[in-house]
């Protein structure tokens, strides 16, 4: 089928790439002339037949509501638009209210995948109403993996965006459970070879995955990580994801406490130890560092 | 080779079952007469030529250290044992030097893979000498996996359990993910099949994993989890991961969280919580549920 | 001065009497018309001379957010208007815009001291403009402790509940911290009289504090807690806290695990639990409880 | 009554100050000649009068469990031993042994106080036999705070030093509570003056306390903490109360997460983070920050 694609960055550029091998026709747009098909949204609606269907791969907040806001004036009853980015997934409702009011579809689509999505499919978690994601099911089933797995329609308009929020809350706790295995093994006088203690882990242990797969690949090109510094971003689903737990009065210890040594690897120093530092020294005499 | 198996419960019998399907000669020995091969420690050392190895898979702590100072009156200088069970790494200096006095070798392997190991093969983590290791090369080649991974000679005697306990810990912290994953979408107004959720993500995305794939099987034959209660046992390896983690100075927020989640869920009630109730009420006046 | 107080709960009512007791002339409004003044709020604006100050003691949320949009209406410029409920900070910017409108002018007030206020006097913390502040500082003065500290005008409107609902984060941790410490004693062999050792920490030592004072009430009057159960309610504050900690990237481990143990409090089953038995059922064999 | 005191650094001299201050005579050994009052231990034990009482303040570990050893051999049945410093609970055991050889008691005397103890007394938490415990009551009488709390006889042989542990692991708790406070309203948009806002807080609050009122002299005296280095140490009865937790299957999250938060604040860089950094490089093409 015909698709529209906005953004044809790392991640909505592969997607085009991946749609088009599979027989679909894909018409570009991107703020940087050099990959787009198209100079304008006008022009990309224009470009494609009515009932259109128009995904939107660009970064979520003010970026994907705009672009949502423009396609609202652009397109027509009967078309839908797709948010396949990492939108909140309380976006999503402000977003399908913009463009019901046209008569226009929206289907919200959270898309796992990275760089290795182009090769072995990106996995789909998608929200919105039974017959807008029925009609994109010939793009849904391109995209996503070629096993019988990697695609789930997990309810309505914003489903699709929170299930894959919390597809990152556990990918956050994940990496922080092999990060810390990591540290310690590191730290212990036992074990003489932390990295061929990781590559053993992939095949037949309990906590073999595709995560352990890459840790074992990084510690292959890098074996002491002595190239990288422990500093890390965090691109906001953890954040929901405890915002979440919060909310519905859920207890995510491990997944909150992963956000938290993200949160406290960023920081230059840190004003609590700086307050338990002066505390300690007010008590007891303990000498404290200064700069 | 030939090789004595001591313990012949869930693990150890399908361990001899597979080293046996590999063309090993295994001699079993086990408190239950009706699966032992013979009756006796002695009897099992007899009917091994030297030098033997003995691979001991009995429960730890006393009955280990038991089995391995019967072992050590019986065997002769250049036999072998290996320690298989669960025991921990401190253990592993004391049981070697009790075999060494009297000239035998001492390996300690971790082992993981539980009721799939059979069919699947044994993850096997080893520590002790060199030589000691690469006489028992082929029954580590028979327990693992047939890939290229699930075995590792992590470094001297101790490493083996080592390297099994940090990987237990990892575990808990990543069940514990998943589980958060879990409660937060059961608790949430958005996504309609959380099963279907879980098991979408088994590919393409960044958290597949063996652990996923279980946790899918286990919703598929229980979609609300309504048969089985959230109380949770711990077999040791998570405290004394957090134990090295206090030792090494080593911080473990998402592994301790995971096993302190352990502990609270085998409470009746929590003296903590009491205590907190109950200054809410001396200072708020706040109600108190009362037994 | 004169003030009008709306809501006359444990909280409003004790306030009253204080400021009473302090030569003020308070006029109160109650839904409960046994222990109010004036039978309606146009009464008791009636009832004030301007320029009016009228104090604000009802729920937070709904309740304090239609008390200020009723006020708006009645009040007339120059008139401040209190909010001194557990308000949300977010809450104030509202109010202060509702009211502003009409020249009436906004303070939020941040009120700590429970039952014991009346006697002992409340801790005020409050947001607002100078002038405004200023206007009110007899009020304050009267319901303030008598020391020298006890109030402290923290900075524009929403500042008085940001402070409080900090306050409200650490007093959550500080009672987790003395619980914890609770329950460690009474499950240790070595320390045969709990509660004798919170007593004598009441003096001498670094963790006194008035939350110890009243640990040890609670302790004398039932030992072993045997008449309470652990179930925590949470009243908002803490929950704010670690949003806030989320939004401003600011780790509160301490906080966020003292709010999750409340939430796990009140938990007949942990999902999240049954999860992780499910689990472990999945690869070990391990038996499962079940219901 | 008559004490030797071994051990004269910031503690040990400023108990002797105030025995004597009280009445008793105390014969102070120190390996500084110029603070001690006789050249040895033997010298010190010659020059009480039996039945003698002998209060040892040196470092945990070693040069208590030496000194204990040596003052076995120097003192006579009827003669009381207590071990005053930061010992490990379970030294106690070993220590008592050692001396009930020669029908010399043990006591064990946890201390808190620091360099406060002098003026406003020492709190005292002690372990051991009732009998001991009631000859040493005019020591212990002079030590402790002049109030009614500031002294437990908590238990048999260790209980003290338990009693101590406790309470420094609730200090941990603590003292992080206030500073993850303190880190939330400096990173805060909403309040202006946080030193301010501390200050408030020490009368009429939930939350005040002795550690609070320190809190307000550091911000005092360097109200933005910039003489201050985030990096704290930590003094072994936290880590011994997280094994407590452990061991007892007691869950700590905030005592826990309060220690961790130490140990990092120690590290230049954190492995564990660093292991992040670089998974999430290998799936999602994030740039990691490199040395």
Redesign the interface.
């Known amino acids: 089928m015909q698709l529209g694609m906005i953004g044809l960055g790392?991640m909505g550029g592969n997607m085009k790439l991946r749609l088009e091998k599979a027989g679909h026709r894909v018409v570009g747009y991107d703020r940087n002339p050099d990959v787009a098909d198209v100079d304008s949204l006008a022009a990309l609606v224009e470009a494609l037949d009515a009932p259109r269907a128009v995904w939107v791969m660009v970064p979520a907040g003010e970026a994907t509501r705009s672009t949502v806001e423009e396609l609202a004036g652009l397109l027509s009853e009967g078309d839908i638009v797709v948010d396949g980015g990492n939108s909140r997934?309380t976006d999503d409702a402000v977003n399908a209210k913009t463009l019901a009011a046209g008569g226009i579809g929206y289907v919200d689509a959270g898309v796992?995948?990275?760089?290795?999505?182009l090769t072995?499919?990106?996995?789909?978690?998608v929200?919105g109403a039974e017959a807008d994601v029925r009609r994109l099911q010939p793009v849904f089933d391109a995209l996503?993996?070629e096993?019988?797995?990697?695609?789930?329609h997990?309810?309505?308009v914003?489903?699709g965006h929170?299930?894959k929020m919390?597809?990152?809350?556990?990918?956050?706790?994940?990496?922080?459970?092999?990060?810390?295995?990591?540290?310690?093994?590191?730290?212990?006088e036992?074990?003489?070879?932390v990295p061929?203690?990781f590559?053993?882990?992939?095949?037949?242990?309990?906590?073999?995955?595709?995560?352990?797969d890459?840790?074992d690949?990084?510690?292959d090109s890098?074996p002491k990580?002595?190239?990288?510094?422990?500093?890390?971003?965090d691109s906001g689903e953890g954040?929901w994801?405890?915002?979440?737990?919060?909310?519905?009065?859920?207890?995510?210890?491990?997944?909150?406490?992963?956000?938290?040594?993200?949160?406290?690897?960023?920081q230059e120093?840190?004003?609590?130890?700086?307050?338990?530092?002066?505390?300690?020294?007010?008590?007891?005499?303990?000498a404290?560092?200064?700069?």
Do not use: C
Request: charged share 25%; net charge negative.
């Open positions: 790392k997934f796992s995948g990275g760089v290795w999505g072995e499919g990106y996995a789909l978690m929200g996503k993996p096993g019988e797995h990697g695609f789930v997990a309810g309505g914003g489903a929170y299930a919390v597809h990152n809350g556990i990918e956050y706790a994940m990496m922080q459970a092999y990060a810390e295995g990591y540290e310690l093994l590191e730290a212990s036992y074990v003489d070879n061929e203690v590559k053993s882990w992939r095949e037949g242990t309990v906590i073999r995955s595709w995560l352990l890459l840790m690949r990084a510690l890098d990580l002595d190239h990288v510094k422990g500093y890390v971003e954040r994801t405890v915002d979440e737990g919060i909310r519905l009065r859920v207890p995510l210890p491990a997944i909150t406490e992963s956000l938290f040594a993200r949160f406290t690897s960023r120093d840190s004003p609590a130890m700086k307050a338990v530092a002066a505390l300690r020294n007010q008590f007891g005499g303990h404290v560092k200064s700069d």
